[in-house]
């Protein structure tokens, strides 16, 4: 009985790995820039900015090209 219990301990956090799942949440990445606009970018057509790691987002990524905004888009050129 000695024995038995420090072995049943020791294989306890075993036991969590084993039923470790696969998170089914999906990753949500929303990025708004302030000042570029939709031809800023080289994965949608701009031949002179360079964006490599917008393009590898984008190649895996699902993108949304009509939503409302939720804040004002024009607020900083009226205010000025």
Not at 27 to 54: A, E, H
Not at 69 to 79: E, G, H, S, Y
Request: hydrophobic share 40%; charged share 15%.
């Amino acid at each position: 009985m000695k024995v038995l219990i420090p072995i049943l301990v020791g294989l306890l956090p075993l036991q969590g790995m084993a039923e470790s799942k696969k998170s089914t949440k999906p990753n949500i990445l929303i990025i708004m820039p302030d000042d570029s606009g939709y031809g800023s970018y080289s994965c949608f057509g701009n031949p002179i900015i360079k964006t490599p790691n917008i393009d590898a987002l984008k190649k895996q990524s699902l993108l949304l090209t009509r939503y409302p905004a939720v804040q004002d888009v024009l607020l900083a050129v009226l205010n000025s």
